[in-house]
């Protein structure tokens, strides 16, 4: 990992409860197996989308791949999987507050643990503000560029520092030219 956001939160685990070999596995499985739970929870889906998600998620092969290692991709691909459900519950019929303040903390969590997922920011501001007034919805909008600043900011402060720095940092910075971006 590149920033903190992923050795704090898994090594808040291990502090409390200890640390052995298989720990990140055990971390990652059960990331996966909240996320979906979360997913039904929220969605509350019918049986034949259901099953149709259970085929899905068993057998992409992605998850698959990273859910035994101890890498952070299984952490990612839990935080799609619980904001696809808050999605889906923002852009349904009835909204839910616990569904929306759910959302807010997941994407503002996954974009410290790696900030390319700040790019949900904007768009959940959108969804969620969705029949609001215009007024609303552009204040929601700001804010939430806002606080990608600030998340970006504290990422840029605490990510490890290497004499190039990464390049997510300088792009945003325009310490590289837009042909290098492009």
Not at 29 to 51: C, D, E, K, M, Q
Not at 54 to 64: A, E, G, I, P, Q
Not at 81 to 99: E, H, K
Request: a positive charge.
């Amino acid at each position: 990992p590149h920033g903190p956001g992923y050795a704090v939160l898994y090594g808040t685990f291990g502090a409390l409860f200890g640390w052995h070999r298989h720990t990140a596995v055990v971390l990652n499985l059960t990331a996966i197996a909240a996320a979906t739970w979360l997913w039904v929870s929220v969605t509350r889906a019918g049986i034949p989308r259901l099953l149709l998600a259970t085929v899905l998620l068993l057998t992409f092969w992605h998850m698959l791949f990273w859910a035994p290692t101890g890498m952070q991709e299984s952490l990612h691909q839990a935080g799609a999987i619980v904001l696809a459900g808050c999605f889906a519950s923002a852009l349904g019929p009835t909204r839910r507050w616990w569904v929306t303040a759910l959302g807010w903390i997941t994407v503002a969590m996954l974009s410290f643990i790696r900030p390319s997922w700040m790019i949900l920011l904007p768009l959940w501001a959108v969804a969620t503000t969705r029949g609001s007034s215009r007024v609303m919805a552009v204040g929601t909008v700001t804010a939430s560029l806002f606080v990608g600043g600030a998340i970006l900011y504290a990422y840029s402060r605490t990510a490890a520092p290497y004499e190039e720095g990464f390049f997510f940092l300088r792009a945003t910075s325009l310490a590289v030219g837009a042909q290098s971006v492009l």
